[in-house]
């Protein structure tokens, strides 16, 4: 098994551009680092229930909840964090408000800080993940070995995580403002890892250089990069620029579907060259987009794309996937 | 499966709205049949939240400036043109403080931190000011037909709800609560929100400190002064997507997660009777030998392999299996979407073999999408394969 290239990170941040199966892989990484019989939690903060989609439970409520065993006597907990009770439980803990703090909530005034107060939202979610990573004793809940952050996707990660900035604005001091340096020294340690999903796709590998970028920009520790759904090649590389061009050995193809017993019409042959010219192009535009990732000089991992649903088997097989490769 | 006129749609709709969940090709759909009805002979613009790179420079939208820019290399000849620009929300938004208050009163809301916040990262502004923005353009006359292209929201339904709980926010009972003392004058009634006020100041305090919430203060009645009813207004774009006219086009990839938020989105659109025209299914996977079927070419390519026969042959039929599979899942999953939504029209797009980026591209899955429907027949089924 390889050694891990993230040893001492405690706090796994995964985003990736909508549609790059984010959640997935964030799921898979929790299941990989929970592998041996280590405590791990799984946790989301969009309000979009993905997790319990993924490991087809029923919505997860503001609670950790067990969601899978790993391999090897490890377990998965998730817990979708949520604005508004994250403020309610803020306040019992700092100011014993619990009373208040649900009188506030009736009249709409939990709602309203949550929403516009500048960051008190960011602040309140990384915060919630950052209490449960480094939680230290019993008594003040599960302890982890590691916690997997479901993020926000690309576009917005940076923003997501500068605390910091966001809240400047709002409180520059005070308990809010101290809460946010807390969590940007977790989030600016050794600890903390902000691992990038992405395709092999145009768009995808544009935001992710950006999202690069912007982390790099802010000070934040870019971890791996996650390409995912990676298509098997049908064809060896020295086959992809001339296939992609149209010129495929169609003799060799009709001599050999005759001798396999198939009916080789021309129009056959024509079709499958067709097919093949097609999956060489992709092949191609593929090649030149991992060339673009390899220019960010971040351990990269592949996950291949899979013929079926996600289901939970085959998040053991990414999972399984991930620690081979060294990502965990 | 039902099929969607998607040339009727573009020579009639005066406002098209694309919607669905993230990375399903919303902007390219919506470029192709912004398009594809300029070239039919209408006067047309684009509003595109997010463009890729590439798309974005072949449509000339280089900059972010918030007004429509003409797309050069329109084919004019039917008399039409097409006009695309990027939605800058930030931006959008500060027109509207600086339209309403005095310039005076202006700056002092656009330096304001709770201001900066709602107008760069309210969940739900982008949705509300591509509203804004859509009743700004259709207001004009400039266009006989506006296609808009929704926010990569976190969920699709985002953008039906979004401009609504903007609008119930800022009128909401908080704000209220917030401008009594200055109102009440003293009456009774006002007591209870007082006492209750003094509840919620001391834990905002607590929690952000004074300064934030004399900034708070003064973001709140510059609100009531200059805003007056935000629902009243959110409820006129709301109104405006129901007019006559408009369509919505709900756009997904034969994949579970995508058809499921694309069959949220046509129960939530019934519910509120606003007009779907369809969904557009994009990246369907297609065989150009159907007949040949995935076991059979598996087989073969397997007894090449063991004759050591033609390893290009044995390759071509392993991709042409996996092909297969893909097109009959895709198929079996765009037929599960028209079993339980038989009223919906499905238009299919290929899976194509590079990204779109160029106006030829947009044109050809603008015919593509036209191409699948049969006047003759609107009810046949697309059972290729």
């Given at each position: 098994?390889a050694?891990?290239?993230?040893?001492?990170?405690?706090?796994?941040?995964?985003?990736?551009?909508?549609?790059?199966?984010?959640?997935?892989?964030?799921?898979?990484?929790?299941?990989?680092?929970?592998?041996?019989?280590?405590?791990?939690?799984?946790?989301?903060?969009?309000?979009?229930?993905?997790?319990?989609q993924?490991?087809?439970?029923?919505?997860?409520?503001?609670?950790?909840?067990?969601?899978?065993?790993?391999?090897?006597?490890?377990?998965?907990?998730?817990?979708?964090?949520?604005?508004?009770?994250?403020?309610?439980?803020?306040?019992?803990?700092?100011?014993?408000?619990?009373?208040?703090?649900?009188?506030?909530?009736?009249?709409?005034?939990?709602?309203?800080?949550?929403?516009?107060?500048?960051?008190?939202?960011?602040?309140?979610?990384?915060?919630?993940?950052?209490?449960?990573?480094?939680?230290?004793?019993?008594?003040?809940?599960?302890?982890?070995?590691?916690v997997?952050?479901?993020?926000?996707?690309?576009g917005?990660?940076?923003?997501?995580?500068?605390?910091?900035?966001?809240?400047?604005?709002?409180?520059?001091?005070?308990?809010?403002r101290?809460?946010?340096?807390?969590?940007?020294?977790?989030?600016?340690?050794?600890?903390?890892?902000?691992?990038?999903?992405?395709?092999?796709?145009?768009?995808?590998?544009?935001?992710?250089?950006?999202?690069?970028?912007?982390?790099?920009?802010?000070?934040?520790?870019?971890?791996?990069i996650?390409?995912?759904?990676?298509?098997?090649?049908?064809?060896?590389?020295?086959?992809?620029?001339?296939?992609?061009?149209?010129?495929?050995?169609?003799?060799?193809?009709?001599?050999?579907?005759?001798?396999?017993?198939?009916?080789?019409?021309?129009?056959?042959?024509?079709?499958?060259?067709?097919?093949?010219?097609?999956?060489?192009?992709r092949?191609?535009?593929?090649?030149?987009e991992?060339?673009?990732?390899?220019?960010?000089?971040?351990?990269?991992?592949?996950?291949?794309?899979?013929a079926?649903?996600?289901?939970?088997?085959?998040?053991?097989?990414?999972?399984?996937?991930?620690?081979?490769?060294?990502?965990? | 499966?039902?099929?969607?006129d998607?040339?009727?749609?573009?020579?009639?709709?005066?406002?098209?709205?694309?919607?669905?969940?993230?990375?399903?090709?919303?902007?390219?759909?919506?470029?192709?049949?912004?398009?594809?009805?300029?070239?039919r002979?209408?006067?047309?613009?684009?509003?595109?939240?997010?463009?890729?790179?590439?798309?974005?420079?072949?449509?000339?939208?280089?900059?972010l400036?918030?007004?429509p820019?003409?797309?050069?290399?329109?084919?004019?000849?039917?008399?039409?043109?097409?006009?695309?620009?990027?939605?800058?929300?930030?931006?959008?938004?500060?027109?509207?403080?600086?339209?309403?208050?005095?310039?005076?009163?202006?700056?002092?809301?656009?330096?304001?931190?709770?201001?900066?916040?709602?107008?760069?990262?309210?969940?739900?502004?982008?949705?509300?000011?591509?509203?804004?923005?859509?009743?700004?353009?259709?207001?004009?006359?400039?266009?006989?037909?506006?296609?808009?292209d929704?926010?990569?929201?976190?969920?699709?339904?985002?953008f039906?709800?979004?401009?609504?709980?903007?609008?119930?926010?800022?009128?909401?009972?908080?704000?209220?609560?917030?401008?009594?003392?200055?109102?009440?004058?003293?009456?009774?009634?006002?007591?209870?929100?007082?006492?209750?006020?003094?509840?919620?100041?001391?834990?905002?305090?607590?929690?952000?400190?004074?300064?934030?919430?004399?900034?708070?203060?003064?973001?709140?009645?510059?609100?009531?002064?200059m805003?007056?009813?935000?629902?009243?207004?959110?409820?006129?774009?709301?109104?405006?997507?129901?007019?006559?006219?408009?369509?919505?086009?709900?756009?997904?990839?034969?994949?579970?997660?995508?058809?499921?938020?694309?069959?949220?989105?046509?129960?939530?659109?019934?519910?509120?009777?606003?007009?779907?025209?369809?969904?557009?299914l994009n990246r369907?996977?297609?065989?150009?030998?159907?007949?040949?079927?995935?076991?059979?070419?598996?087989?073969a390519?397997?007894?090449?392999?063991?004759?050591?026969?033609?390893?290009?042959?044995?390759?071509?039929?392993?991709?042409?299996?996996?092909?297969?599979?893909?097109?009959?899942?895709?198929?079996?999953?765009?037929?599960?979407?028209?079993?339980?939504?038989?009223?919906?029209?499905?238009?299919?797009?290929?899976?194509?073999?590079?990204?779109?980026?160029?106006?030829?591209?947009?044109?050809?899955?603008?015919a593509?999408?036209?191409?699948?429907?049969?006047?003759?027949?609107?009810?046949?089924?697309?059972?290729?394969?």
């Amino acid at each position: 098994m390889a050694v891990s290239d993230f040893p001492s990170v405690k706090l796994h941040v995964v985003t990736g551009k909508g549609g790059t199966g984010k959640t997935t892989v964030a799921g898979a990484l929790a299941l990989a680092l929970a592998a041996g019989g280590r405590q791990v939690l799984l946790t989301e903060v969009e309000g979009r229930q993905g997790i319990a989609q993924l490991f087809d439970t029923p919505p997860l409520p503001y609670e950790e909840r067990l969601v899978a065993t790993a391999d090897r006597g490890g377990e998965v907990y998730a817990l979708a964090v949520d604005p508004e009770q994250a403020l309610l439980e803020y306040l019992e803990m700092f100011y014993n408000l619990r009373r208040a703090g649900s009188a506030l909530k009736r009249i709409g005034a939990i709602d309203f800080a949550t929403t516009i107060a500048p960051g008190l939202r960011d602040v309140l979610l990384t915060g919630k993940v950052m209490e449960a990573a480094t939680r230290e004793r019993r008594g003040g809940g599960r302890l982890y070995d590691a916690v997997v952050l479901d993020a926000p996707p690309t576009g917005r990660i940076a923003r997501f995580l500068n605390v910091n900035a966001e809240v400047a604005g709002l409180a520059r001091m005070g308990p809010v403002r101290q809460q946010a340096d807390s969590v940007m020294n977790l989030l600016r340690s050794r600890r903390t890892a902000v691992h990038l999903v992405t395709l092999l796709e145009e768009m995808p590998v544009q935001e992710t250089i950006d999202g690069v970028k912007e982390l790099t920009r802010v000070d934040l520790p870019v971890g791996g990069i996650v390409v995912n759904m990676v298509r098997e090649a049908f064809l060896p590389p020295e086959l992809f620029k001339p296939v992609a061009a149209g010129s495929i050995d169609t003799a060799e193809l009709g001599r050999g579907l005759k001798s396999a017993g198939i009916d080789a019409t021309a129009e056959l042959v024509g079709a499958l060259a067709a097919e093949a010219g097609d999956h060489a192009g992709r092949l191609l535009l593929e090649e030149r987009e991992r060339d673009e990732l390899a220019e960010l000089e971040r351990p990269t991992y592949e996950l291949p794309l899979l013929a079926e649903a996600i289901d939970t088997s085959c998040l053991y097989e990414m999972a399984n996937r991930l620690t081979q490769q060294g990502l965990v | 499966m039902k099929s969607v006129d998607v040339d009727r749609l573009v020579d009639t709709s005066s406002i098209i709205v694309c919607c669905g969940a993230g990375g399903v090709g919303k902007t390219t759909t919506s470029a192709a049949l912004a398009l594809r009805a300029a070239e039919r002979g209408r006067k047309v613009c684009v509003l595109t939240i997010d463009p890729a790179r590439r798309l974005a420079q072949s449509m000339g939208l280089t900059e972010l400036d918030n007004t429509p820019r003409a797309v050069s290399g329109v084919d004019g000849a039917a008399g039409g043109s097409l006009d695309a620009m990027m939605l800058d929300m930030k931006r959008t938004f500060d027109e509207i403080v600086l339209s309403h208050a005095e310039p005076q009163r202006a700056q002092q809301i656009l330096a304001n931190p709770f201001y900066i916040s709602l107008s760069s990262s309210f969940a739900g502004t982008q949705e509300y000011m591509a509203m804004e923005k859509l009743g700004q353009l259709k207001a004009t006359g400039n266009w006989d037909l506006v296609v808009v292209d929704t926010p990569p929201s976190r969920s699709a339904l985002d953008f039906l709800d979004a401009p609504q709980r903007l609008g119930r926010f800022l009128d909401g009972r908080m704000i209220r609560m917030l401008l009594a003392p200055a109102k009440a004058g003293g009456r009774g009634v006002m007591k209870v929100f007082t006492v209750g006020l003094n509840v919620v100041t001391n834990v905002l305090t607590k929690v952000l400190g004074g300064e934030a919430l004399r900034d708070l203060s003064l973001f709140v009645a510059s609100l009531e002064t200059m805003f007056g009813g935000f629902r009243e207004r959110a409820d006129q774009t709301y109104r405006l997507l129901k007019e006559p006219g408009t369509a919505f086009v709900v756009v997904a990839v034969p994949e579970r997660d995508a058809l499921r938020e694309a069959a949220y989105f046509v129960e939530r659109l019934a519910a509120e009777r606003m007009p779907l025209a369809g969904l557009v299914l994009n990246r369907v996977h297609a065989s150009a030998a159907p007949d040949l079927s995935a076991q059979r070419a598996l087989a073969a390519a397997e007894a090449l392999d063991q004759s050591g026969e033609s390893a290009l042959t044995a390759g071509v039929l392993r991709l042409h299996a996996e092909r297969v599979l893909a097109a009959t899942r895709d198929r079996r999953m765009a037929e599960r979407f028209a079993g339980a939504h038989p009223a919906v029209p499905v238009v299919q797009v290929a899976a194509q073999a590079s990204d779109v980026h160029d106006l030829d591209g947009l044109r050809q899955v603008g015919a593509e999408l036209a191409s699948g429907y049969d006047a003759g027949a609107p009810d046949r089924g697309r059972r290729a394969g």
